[in-house]
């Protein structure tokens, strides 16, 4: 309902802000880094706006604040984004899964087979130690 939807939206606020104040920027100096206005950047970060959808927005944002490529920081960024949109991908794997072939497939197998959480844990597992080794 309601209250779950702002809950979700103000998770992806108070972890920007928990962010910028980790990397202590204030509020103007990341707004302009971010290519955002401080007054959108603050109604973001208490909730009262949506957080952004764009994977440039986000991306900016993310170097912003200094998050590397592949952190769990910067991927939790991206996933927080969407949280309040049950159902939507995070920018960032939309983006990938859009423009490589077989992603698709696999997800449909993975539906298929109804894989479950820790089916998934092993999946990954197998994957980070068997294949694509280094060709990041």
């Known amino acids: 309902g309601g209250a779950e939807d702002m809950a979700r939206k103000q998770a992806f606020g108070v972890y920007l802000r928990a962010c910028r104040l980790k990397a202590s920027l204030g509020l103007r ?18 909730g009262r706006q949506p957080p952004p959808q764009g994977h440039l927005v986000l991306s900016r944002i993310a170097d912003a604040l200094g998050l590397p490529k592949d952190s769990s920081d ?8 969407v949280k309040h949109k049950l159902g939507t991908l995070p920018p960032d794997v939309a983006t990938f ?7 698709p497939v696999l997800l449909r197998t993975i539906e298929n087979r109804r894989l479950n959480k820790e089916e998934l844990k092993r999946l990954t597992e197998y994957i980070d130690s068997h294949l694509g080794k280094g060709r990041r």
């Open 74 to 81: 910067r991927r939790r960024l991206f996933d927080l984004a």
């Open 29 to 46: 100096t990341f707004a302009e880094a971010a290519e955002l206005k401080p007054s959108n950047l603050s109604a973001i970060e208490h």
């Open 97 to 103: 899964a859009g423009r490589t072939p077989g992603v």
